[in-house]
T-cell receptor
């Protein structure tokens, strides 16, 4: 089992819809969770981080964390074609500063 | 503030040649991470440093790869000799690792092609 799993996609949603991206992780002691967006040919760019169970909202983005079920998700409201990118989930296991990245989910927002 | 700086942005070399990639951390950050990204394997951590000390190099593929951090703000990743399978995008990322914050910020990457 991979340490951080994401569906590779592509996930296609129409413009204006809600895009839901999911990530599961295996290390139950993980403390910090991050979502990065990566446009083709560019470097990963931090969108959000979440440390506590529940929801965290930032503009059109909401991160949701459920440590009991070991998943973290990212919701993008009012999706725009400019949101089309690969979204990487990263998990920081306990006792270390390094991240474990998932392989990413490719999102396509259709105009 | 300037972000993470990497050079060169593109490197094309022939098999067997030495390749040196460079990275400058964000001012005030104390941790540096070298990653390699390919379509097949995604984003892989090669090595990370905290306060100039290598903490975990378990991701370094083999002895052909070496990394140094000669001072608090600069690091190099060297491949000698290079092989075609080393072709990838190499990113470095920096963070201000502390219990309160440990967000990593990525540089623009170096696209390496080994012929």
């Amino acid at each position: 089992q991979k340490e951080v799993e994401q569906n590779s996609g592509p996930l296609s949603v129409p413009e204006g819809a809600i895009a839901s991206l999911n990530c599961t992780y295996s290390d139950r002691g993980s403390q910090s969770f991050f979502w990065y967006r990566q446009y083709s040919g560019k470097s990963p760019e931090l969108i959000m981080f979440i440390y506590s169970n529940g929801d965290k909202e930032d503009g059109r983005f909401t991160a949701q964390l459920n440590k009991a079920s070991q998943y973290v998700s990212l919701l993008i409201r009012d999706s725009q074609p400019s949101d089309s990118a690969t979204y990487l989930c990263a998990v920081k296991p306990s006792g270390t500063y390094k991240y474990i990245f998932g392989t990413g989910t490719r999102l396509k927002v259709l105009a | 503030d300037a972000g993470v700086i990497q050079s060169p942005r593109h490197e094309v070399t022939e098999m067997g040649q030495e390749v040196t990639l460079r990275c400058k951390l964000i001012s005030g950050h104390n941790s540096l991470f070298w990653y390699r990204q390919t379509m097949m394997r995604g984003l892989e951590l090669l090595i990370y440093f905290n306060n100039n000390v290598p903490i975990d190099d378990s991701g370094m593929p083999e002895d052909r790869f070496s990394a140094k951090m000669p001072n608090a703000s600069f690091s190099t990743l060297k491949i000698q000799p290079s092989e075609p399978r080393d072709s990838a995008v190499y990113f470095c990322a920096s963070s201000q690792a502390s219990p309160a914050t440990d967000t990593q910020y990525f540089g623009p990457g170096t696209r390496l092609t080994v012929l």
